[in-house]
Nanobody, 124 residues
Framework: QLQLVESGGGLVQPGGSLRLSCAVSGFRLSSLTIGWFRQAPGKEREAVFCMNRSGASANYADSVKGRFTMSRDNANNAVSLQMNSLEPEDTAVYYC?????????????????WGQGTQVTVSS
């Protein structure tokens, strides 16, 4: 059974950095497209970043361009989201999601499995 577990969230001051990790089990990461999403209080879940099994990536949130990067380690079945220069507007629960579809997608409905989420709070 495909399972994803996020870690690495926490409280950070504006301008700080966090590195989120997503551990994948029950399926080879090399066969999956992985997306990172976030959901702030009172808002819909939005796509942030995606990387398919060939390593092609897509950044869906203009606000994080140049600040967030995504990487994957197929050997260890894990993906990461490096978040730098964090802003209060980045405060949200961050989720990783997996799809067996080859192409990246920003749509929640196109992902087959989700992690439980990890809270990121950016505040002074």
């Amino acid at each position: 059974q495909l399972q994803l577990v996020e870690s690495g969230g926490g409280l950070v001051q504006p301008g700080g950095s966090l590195r989120l990790s997503c551990a994948v089990s029950g399926f080879r990461l090399s066969s999956l497209t992985i997306g990172w999403f976030r959901q702030a209080p009172g808002k819909e879940r939005e796509a942030v970043f995606c990387m398919n099994r060939s390593g092609a990536s897509a950044n869906y949130a203009d606000s994080v361009k140049g600040r967030f990067t995504m990487s994957r380690d197929n050997a260890n079945n894990a993906v990461s989201l490096q978040m730098n220069s964090l802003e209060p507007e980045d405060t949200a629960v961050y989720y990783c999601a997996a799809s067996t579809y080859y192409f990246c997608s920003k749509y929640v409905t196109e992902y087959d499995a989700w992690g439980q989420g990890t809270q990121v709070t950016v505040s002074s």
